[in-house]
Structure formats: C-alpha cells, structure tokens
C-alpha cells in the first residue's frame, strides 16, 4: 500500500517529502507539553503568512475505512476523523486527525491515499490553525477514538509511533492528480459504471546534462544507461526516497525496470516534469 503526507499541495506531496513544502511539526512525537506527551503531530504552515494553513485540505495518508469522524467537544479536539488501514508490516495501523474544520467524508466511508477528507481547523478558535495527526500501530483507537495517554509516557509509546519516521520507512509516495487515478472501490460493486482506465503521464527528462539510468535506487547501484534532456518516459506511481533524493522506477520502453532520480527530497533540484523542457 502506498502513503502519502496528510497536508501539502499535490505537487509538493509528489516530491515524496514526509511534511511537504513550508509545513512544519511543531509538537513533534513524544514531546512533553502542557496536555502531556504528545501523541504525533502538530502540522502548522505560516508561510507566506501567519495561519496560511487556515483551511487546507486534509488528507488521507493510505487506503481504508473511516471509523470515526465527528465532532468529539468544543474543547481540545473539535472534529475528529480515525481511519482504519487494516494491516500494514503485520500490525493495526490507524490514522488520526484533530481540530480540523469541515469533515468531507463520514463514518464507514471507503477512502483512497491522498483523498480529501477535511480542511485544517483551529479547534474551535482554541488554537492557531493546524492539524494534529498521529498513527497508531494499535487497535485502541478504533474502540477509544479520543484516546489520549496525556502523562502516560508507556501508553504514548505503546499505542502511537513517531508519524515522520512511519511515513518516512513506507516511502510516502507521490500522488497522481485525481483524474489519473484508478477507481478500484471495489465495495461499491452495485453501483455499476465502466472502469476507469489511468491515464499514465508521460514524463520529460528536464535535467541539463540527463539522468543515468541505475539497476536499483541508490547513486552508487549500477549504471544501466543514460537519458538525455528531453527523453520522455513512463514511470512508476510511487516514488521511494533513498540518499536525499526521490527514486522511480521505470516501466516502459528499454530502459523498463530501471531506476531513475525525480529530484532531491528537499526539492532543491528536480530532473524529471510532467511538463516537457523548454
Ligand atoms: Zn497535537
């Protein structure tokens, strides 16, 4: 299953980064605060200004079921929203969003990764605008939803991980724009419409001097060819991040199966664009 930030712009979350663009934690994982050790995230953006995430749409990070998604008081979290991602690496793994503002989806709807399901709130206007997110690698929360450990250190470590670092190990993967996506609700069987078929993008080779072509997602893995500026070519859905730099892997034409860079993590660069070179 592939992953994706909870927040961001499409093309900011495409660069495989875990908090994409000008978002910032400001609570991370386990910190101790005043409402005890912190559970996750607290995903603010104030750039350009104060507050620019005021709305922003929410995301879910991977495919599953929404298993709670209502407002829980006025006080602390406001709306909540819990999805349940089935198993993942042999454990539970859940999803949880607080403070947020309007809810686009309900309980027992069937999401996708990187499908809106809200927009940042402010708790009510008890908070500045952003997102608390955790994940769980537990069942509690999909009998305690609100559940919050507060100055149970134990209970922090037992039921919640550290979100950066879980998005971090799955690879968070760039997210195709909606239209290019593949309708596989799979639950909705009666609801018969013809299936849509992806649209795969091509890609250009916008870097100056080209790209390599590498047998695996490493710098230093075996060179298999070399794309000049302007080759197009049709990559992989996902991208993996490995050594600073975002990975893909061909799959067509004769360089299928090897692997090539999109650009550094941080965005700094980019070698490869939806849109050709000029
Ligand atoms: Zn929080």
Do not use: C
Request: proline share 6%; glycine share 8%; aromatic share 10%.
């Amino acid at each position: 299953m592939a992953f994706t930030a909870p927040i961001g712009t499409e093309e900011e979350r495409n660069t495989g980064q875990v908090w994409p663009g000008t978002w910032v934690d400001a609570t991370p994982y386990m910190t101790r605060y005043a409402l005890g050790y912190h559970t996750g995230a607290d995903l603010n953006n104030n750039r350009p200004r104060f507050d620019a995430d005021a709305h922003a749409t929410v995301y879910s990070i991977g495919d599953g079921k929404v298993t709670y998604a209502q407002l829980v008081s006025k006080k602390y979290w406001g709306n909540l929203i819990v999805i349940d991602h089935g198993m993942v690496d042999g454990k539970p793994l859940f999803s949880r969003y607080g403070h947020i503002e309007t809810m686009v989806i309900k309980r027992g709807d069937i999401v996708k990764a990187g499908q809106p399901i809200a927009n940042v709130g402010n708790g009510e206007g008890l908070f500045p605008y952003h997102l608390h997110f955790d994940i769980s690698t537990s069942t509690q929360l999909s009998t305690l939803p609100t559940y919050w450990p507060g100055n149970d250190r134990q209970g922090v470590k037992h039921h919640f991980v550290d979100p950066q670092a879980w998005l971090r190990s799955q690879h968070v993967a760039e997210s195709l724009p909606a239209d290019d996506k593949v309708s596989t609700d799979s639950h909705n069987t009666e609801n018969s419409r013809p299936v849509d078929v992806p649209q795969r993008p091509v890609w250009y080779v916008t870097a100056a001097q080209g790209i390599a072509v590498h047998k695996s997602p490493s710098a230093s893995s075996e060179k298999s060819g070399a794309l000049p500026k302007g080759t197009k070519i049709f990559i992989s859905e996902n991208g993996v991040k490995n050594e600073e730099l975002i990975w893909a892997q061909i799959v067509d034409g004769s360089f299928k199966d090897g692997w090539v860079t999109r650009g550094k993590a941080n965005q700094s660069e980019t070698y490869l664009s939806t849109n050709p070179p000029r």
